[in-house]
């Protein structure tokens, strides 16, 4: 008996995830990791996972796995997608247990940008410094496609009995609303408070790296060029081009262009599920 | 030393000095070293920069703890030259940017060699791609601007300069350094433990050999 999942379909974008690689940007290699940090949790705890179990981040949908010779528990969290079992309809947002040899689809969302699907044991890809997340910026970690075998692993823990887990907070219709704090370089453009004067909007040129975002220019404020500082998820940094980029998982380890706001760590899991086209505001906090 | 708010969780940490600082006990470099090797409970990811230090806190920790435990950390002196410790990276010098940087330095060819062999570099920071180690170097002969349009494909080896960098490609990527030489040197070896032949802080020696 082995516990497996056949890819036979990947969608747009369909990578390995856990909770990333920590502790490495002294060489370069950022922490990378699932970009909805709080969905991968939500379904490991739901499977009785640890809750950095890798799991996949299905991008728009497009999934399509099926299951070895050994039954096994899945739960799809993140963004809210037409799930089914062998053809059968089934909820995400819960465990499900599917029967050996079942064709599991993964459609593609309604609302927010990236699902996860989660299995209990974990997927059991190799590990690249710790972590079997694909950082797609760095190159490092499993690399996918149609065809991949990916074996699961040994459930560690109990079955906690969750039978239903809460949706992410988007919405179609209204504005994303990130919280963010007042960034480190926000003195280097003319005017910070655009950034929460201006509704946004993602830019098809956004992915695991970052959101491009549209609305507005900032206008740089200085001629001198910022000598590279460390940059985190969450920063949003002001290129040259004065567009600015809400950086996300595989986000660079360095970089040289003024970081003006930082949005809140539970609010990048949001931003995570903002779609290309879709519309998202800030609000500045002060931080704790 | 100055703390900069970096969201909720993080700070940037911003010191006078970079790594010509660390030399003197100081600077970006002697603060991310000191952290190393005190290891706060209360630190979770360290990002050393050019002039600044960002740490993100450990999970849980109160941003509040955090900033205290900065405030008090002071930089390490690191040793001016690490003499045999140093990593030595074989250089052949026929880069295609050579005589762009002859000019710009207003050395000749066999001068910028010189120059860079004859100082001790010293891993700054990493970033750009694993394995690349910006790397600072003892006088300003070989401080050079990026070249004005970047190059689409440089080759993994090539040795280059940058500001007041200079840095080694690990892989064939894009890129805007002048290009001055190549290695054979393997910068990022994943089979290797560390994988990363620079890290912050390492001295590094170029040493010319002939094709």
């Known amino acids: 008996m082995t516990r497996t999942l056949t890819l036979h379909a990947t969608g747009p974008l369909t990578t390995v995830q856990d909770l990333g690689r920590p502790g490495y940007a002294g060489i370069g290699v950022g922490r990378s990791g699932a970009a909805d940090r709080g969905a991968l949790r939500q379904g490991n705890r739901a499977l009785g996972n640890p809750e950095g179990a890798a799991g996949l981040e299905i991008t728009l949908g497009g999934l399509d796995v099926e299951v070895g010779d050994e039954a096994l528990w899945l739960c799809v969290t993140g963004a809210v997608c037409d799930l089914t079992v062998d053809g059968r309809g089934m909820g995400s947002h819960a465990p499900v247990r599917v029967e050996a040899g079942a064709r599991v689809r993964v459609g593609s969302p309604s609302v927010g940008l990236r699902s996860y699907l989660c299995v209990r044991g974990g997927v059991d890809a190799d590990l690249v410094l710790g972590s079997r997340s694909r950082d797609l910026l760095a190159g490092l970690g499993p690399e996918i496609d149609a065809g991949t075998v990916l074996p699961v692993g040994e459930p560690a823990g109990a079955m906690p009995g969750i039978d239903h887990l809460p949706w992410p907070r988007v919405s179609a219709d209204e504005p994303v609303v990130l919280r963010a704090v007042r960034g480190p370089r926000a003195d280097w453009v003319a005017d910070p408070d655009l950034l929460t004067a201006t509704t946004w909007t993602a830019t098809d040129r956004s992915n695991r790296v970052g959101a491009r975002l549209d609305g507005a220019r900032f206008e740089h404020a200085r001629d001198r060029q910022l000598p590279s500082e460390g940059a985190w998820r969450g920063a949003v940094q002001v290129p040259p081009s004065g567009q600015p980029v809400l950086f996300l998982a595989d986000h660079p380890v360095t970089g040289g262009y003024p970081v003006v706001a930082v949005v809140v760590v539970d609010d990048v899991d949001l931003a995570a599920q903002v779609r290309p086209g879709q519309s998202l505001r800030f609000r500045w906090v002060e931080a704790p | ?211």
């Open chain 2, 1 to 211: 030393m100055r703390l900069l708010a970096y969201g909720d969780r993080a700070v940037l940490v911003e010191l006078a000095e970079g790594v010509e600082g660390a030399e003197r006990g100081g600077g970006a470099l002697g603060y991310a070293e000191a952290l190393r090797r005190e290891a706060p409970p209360e630190v979770g990811e360290v990002v050393p920069a050019a002039c600044t230090v960002l740490v993100v806190a450990a999970d849980k920790v109160p941003l509040a703890d955090l900033r205290r435990v900065l405030e008090d950390v002071r930089p390490v002196a690191l040793e001016a030259d690490r003499g045999p410790e140093a990593v030595e990276i074989p250089v052949v010098y026929d880069g295609q940017d050579l005589d762009d940087v002859a000019a710009l330095t207003g050395l000749s060819r066999e001068e910028v060699v010189a120059a860079h062999t004859e100082q001790t570099w010293r891993v700054a920071f990493g970033g750009f791609a694993p394995g690349f180690g910006y790397l600072a170097g003892e006088d300003d002969r070989l401080h050079v601007p990026r070249r004005e349009e970047s190059r689409t494909r440089v080759p993994a080896g090539s040795v280059g300069l940058a500001g007041e960098y200079a840095g080694v490609y690990p892989r064939e990527s894009p890129g805007g350094w002048q290009l001055i030489g190549r290695t054979e040197v393997d910068l990022f070896d994943l089979d290797r433990d560390p994988p990363a032949l620079l890290r912050p802080g390492v001295a590094v020696r170029f040493v010319e050999v002939r094709r």
